[in-house]
């Protein structure tokens, strides 16, 4: 017997089944940061730094799983929109540290009601306790694959 509709995809390996969603969700994301001048690693770059507040630049480097010298790239533009400041640590002036700054945190907060947006079109199917299960499902997955990056890449780990 042929598997078709939601049976197929129930029986999708949910490594595909993300992808895919990945892939609608990726071009949702780049659709609303667009108007903004942004790219979708600028904006986990901007939410990184939320998040954790300061950062050294290496530390960057290690959490977003961006090489050196696409993050170079990232900040670079992220600085010239005014979202970030760089300073010099005063322990070690080689050591470059990255803040959000207050026009970043004010990107953010319109970036948020989009994704928001975003989240309600994709998941418009699932009930609250549904989303907020897979929410906790993806954050876990999210942080088993940050522990298992060994090396930074060009995509992010």
């Known amino acids: 017997m042929a598997v078709t509709g939601s049976d197929a995809r129930t ?14 969700t990726r071009r949702r ?8 001048g942004l790219r979708p690693r600028e904006l986990l770059a901007l939410q990184h730094l939320r998040e954790r507040g300061s950062s050294a630049q290496q530390m960057l480097v290690e959490s977003l799983g ?7 790239g ?8 005014d979202l970030i400041r760089r300073r010099r640590d005063r322990a ?22 989009a ?7 994709m998941l418009a199917t699932l009930t609250a306790s549904q989303r907020e299960a897979l929410s906790g499902l993806l954050a876990q997955a999210v942080e088993n694959i940050h522990a298992d990056c060994a090396q930074p890449s060009d995509e992010g780990c």
Not at 11 to 24: D, E, H, K, N, Y
């Open 11 to 24: 029986a999708a390996p949910s490594s595909l089944l993300i992808a895919q969603l990945a892939r609608g």
């Open 29 to 36: 994301i780049e659709e609303a940061v667009a108007p903004l």
């Open 66 to 72: 961006i090489d050196a010298t696409n993050l170079v």
């Open 74 to 81: 990232v900040l670079n533009s992220l600085e010239d929109a």
């Open 92 to 113: 070690d002036r080689r050591r470059a540290i990255i803040e959000l700054s207050t026009k970043g945190e004010q990107v953010l907060a319109k970036l948020d009601r």
């Open 115 to 121: 994704l928001r947006e975003i989240d309600d079109e």
